[in-house]
């Protein structure tokens, strides 16, 4: 029998059961659709915040208080845990500037508060910073000034303000020259930086900045630093930059570290290039898990493909007798049903796509409104390319057995079958 | 191998369930068919005869004794062969038709030939044949319930000898018909014969049975007796019943 023959005979047998064919092949479209608006998602969103980061440059460096603990690699979980470690100052920002290879280097501490305006307030993240920072950041006030020299080293009680600050606490009204009141302590608004946009993570349109002395001796009441971010002058010296970096702070430290054993470091350097991959991964990590939440819904579409491939073996003892009689060998039977089996799962895999490739794209435009970033919508080839063979492996695996079943039935039982 | 018996069956026995259950479907079947020969096998239900027709089609195996088509034996063959004797070289013609549903006539009496290696072009002739010997050609895109019980037991024939078999096996072939229905099948099954096909006919009707050449009375599992036809009948001349 020829491959097209047993594609025709398939047809002709699910067409003849339009409604049970198709209800079955929904559970494959299920399956597969969930799976590919999960992967679309998961890669949409590691897109998004890839973008970010690297928007800020791929010369960054972060250095952050605290030693390298093999077992915890997150920036965020050692800015929440190890907040109190006080070995990083402003000194040392300053001494690393003067190294060469550094293009900037921008201080911060940072914190949350409630910022007051007349009748009106909300919660902000404050970050006190130096004029270096917006630099790196590559934003720019649309109104008013950004921060200056001057306002560090006065310790001014002077505040710049993200985009949506401003707009919720001043409307359309102009805030630059205007008084909010933080802890009680009047700032006077200088600048509003312009709209940047942000993920679900960190949104720098919700931030305040704020002199780095003045954040630290007002707000924090604190002499050290949480991170001091490095932008260096160019990629390739970023490597040699990093150890020059780790040796000038264990001497200003005092800590005798020959081997170099980032243990024993107060410190650790992080680049941008390691921050992107750890967050990623971790978001591949989270992407894969949702897509395995996704396959359950596939298997239990192969297994609806089972049983009815079960009903219809039943149904169908008669004719396959008769195939028997007029010269099928068991290897024609077997593979006529798993083709129809095939055929089930494809055609499902095939919907599945059409139907998560809709979704996702739906899902993409609602997320980027939302968080009001152009989301990148990924359909990739591999997770198409996935869900079509693992169909057709639903089908292969979930029909094996039914079409097993038939080949090995005797053809007069069969054929006496009514 | 003695090429004028196409069939060879010797001591042929069949036995179901085992103990004080053990029943003999047959018990000691033997007999030649030639080449060419137009043979009835005669018996009330029960006496065995299905089970010797699928013995003989290769559907079924013997529990002992031996049979030969063509020489061959079916437990030295494997499933491919067999299915292939099945295929090319018998022909089966069933009391309830066995028609695929849902499938017209054309395709119905092309499913031989699905299992064939033959072109596409040579599986249309040779359907379009087999349908033409049995006058069937004026029905090729209708389904099987859209026929006559008579005219679905011609499409039948026309597809037990589209792959132009050695033996064809008739097992009631006129029981679920109407009598001028059934003259007309055994018409050309008579007209087939005598273009030299063998036949292998299966029936509990006496006047059925004449029409053939030689006649084996089958009961209890045994052959109680054999005879050649003096008087054949010939469905072509009318009904006489």
Same mark, same amino acid.
């Given at each position: 029998?020829?491959? =097209? ?7 002709? @047998? ?18 597969? +659709? ?6 679309? =998602?998961? +890669?949409?969103?590691?897109? !998004? ?19 390298? /603990?093999?077992?915890?690699? +997150?920036? $965020? ?36 508060? $409630? ?31 950004? !921060?200056?020299?001057? /306002? ?29 009141? =933080? ?26 900045? !704020? ?26 010296? &970023? /490597? ?12 200003? %430290? ?14 650790? *350097? ?5 921050? @992107? ?8 990590? !989270? ?45 024609? =039977? ?10 089930? @799962? ?22 980027? %409104? ?19 063979? &693992? ?28 | ?52 027709? %699928?013995? &003989? ?5 013997? $529990?002992?004794? @031996? ?14 062969? *067999? ?32 299992? $064939? ?31 006559? #019980? #008579? ?29 001028? +229905? ?16 063998? *036949? &292998?006919?299966?029936? %509990? ?14 009961? /209890?599992?045994?052959? *109680? ?17």
């Amino acid at each position: 029998m020829e491959f =097209i023959d047993f594609l025709k005979t398939s047809f002709n @047998t699910l067409m003849a059961n339009k409604t049970r064919s198709f209800l079955t092949t929904l559970g494959i479209v299920i399956g597969i +659709s969930s799976v590919i608006v999960m992967v679309s =998602i998961g +890669s949409g969103a590691q897109k !998004l915040i890839v973008n970010r980061i690297s928007a800020m440059g791929s010369n960054t460096i972060f250095i952050e208080p605290g030693a390298f /603990d093999p077992k915890k690699s +997150s920036m $965020t979980q050692t800015a929440i845990e190890e907040a109190e470690v006080k070995t990083l100052k402003y000194s040392d920002a300053l001494a690393i500037s003067k190294l060469p290879g550094v293009e900037m280097v921008a201080p911060w501490v940072m914190g949350v508060e $409630t910022v007051v305006y007349q009748d009106k307030n909300k919660r902000v993240t404050f970050i006190g910073t130096t004029p270096e920072n917006q630099k790196i950041d590559g934003t720019s006030p649309i109104l008013g000034r950004g !921060l200056e020299d001057g /306002d560090v080293k006065s310790m001014d009680r002077v505040v710049l303000l993200g985009y949506k600050v401003s707009k919720d606490l001043f409307g359309d009204e102009n805030p630059i020259g205007k008084t909010l009141r =933080i802890k009680n302590i009047n700032f006077k608004v200088i600048g509003v930086l312009e709209e940047k946009g942000g993920g679900a993570f960190m949104n720098p349109d919700d931030y305040i900045y !704020l002199p780095l002395t003045t954040a630290q001796k007002l707000l924090l009441g604190i002499d050290y630093v949480r991170v001091i971010v490095v932008k260096a002058e160019s990629e390739q010296v &970023i /490597d040699s930059l990093v150890q020059e970096m780790r040796e000038i702070l264990r001497q200003r %430290h005092h800590i005798f570290n020959p081997e170099n054993d980032l243990t024993k470091d107060d410190f650790k *350097i992080t680049t941008q290039v390691e921050a @992107t991959e750890m967050l990623s991964s971790v978001l591949s990590v !989270l992407t894969l898990f949702l897509s395995s939440v996704a396959a359950i819904a596939l298997v239990v579409g192969g297994i609806g493909i089972m049983n009815i491939m079960f009903v219809s073996v039943t149904e169908r003892t008669k004719e396959i007798g008769l195939r028997k009689a007029v010269g099928a060998r068991k290897k024609d =039977i077997l593979i006529q049903f798993l083709v129809e089996a095939v055929v089930l @799962t494809f055609l499902g895999g095939i919907g599945g796509i059409i139907l998560g490739a809709g979704v996702s794209f739906l899902a993409g435009l609602i997320l980027g %409104h939302l968080l009001n970033q152009p989301w990148v919508f990924v359909l990739s080839v591999k997770a198409i390319i996935i869900a079509v063979s &693992i169909s057709v492996g639903t089908g292969l695996v979930f029909g094996i057995y039914p079409a097993y079943k038939a080949a090995n039935l005797s053809p007069i039982q069969a054929l006496r079958y009514e | 191998m003695n090429s004028n018996f196409i069939i060879e069956a010797q001591n042929l026995k069949k036995i179901y369930g085992q103990g004080e259950a053990k029943t003999f479907a047959l018990n000691g079947v033997s007999f030649k068919v030639k080449q060419g020969e137009f043979l009835s096998i005669m018996g009330p239900s029960g006496c065995g005869k299905s089970t010797l027709m %699928h013995i &003989i089609g290769f559907l079924d195996y013997p $529990t002992s004794g @031996t049979y030969k088509f063509e020489g061959k034996s079916p437990n030295e063959l494997t499933d491919s062969e *067999i299915s292939e004797i099945r295929n090319k070289k018998i022909g089966f013609i069933f009391q309830f038709f066995n028609l695929l549903p849902r499938t017209t006539v054309l395709e119905n009496v092309k499913l031989p030939l699905v299992y $064939t290696k033959l072109s596409n072009k040579e599986k249309q002739k040779r359907a379009l044949q087999a349908l033409e010997a049995v006058g069937m050609s004026h029905r090729l895109k209708f389904y099987p319930n859209q026929l006559s #019980g #008579g005219e679905q037991q011609r499409v039948a024939i026309a597809r037990a000898i589209v792959n132009q078999p050695k033996v064809i096996l008739a097992d009631e072939p006129t029981g679920n018909l109407d009598s001028k +229905s059934g003259q007309k099948v055994m018409e050309i099954l008579q007209k087939l014969n005598e273009q030299g096909q063998t *036949i &292998i006919l299966v029936t %509990h009707e006496k006047y059925t049975s004449e029409m053939a050449e030689r006649i084996i009375y089958l009961k /209890d599992g045994r052959i *109680i007796g054999e005879e050649r036809v003096h008087q054949r009948k010939f469905a072509k001349d009318g009904l006489v019943k």
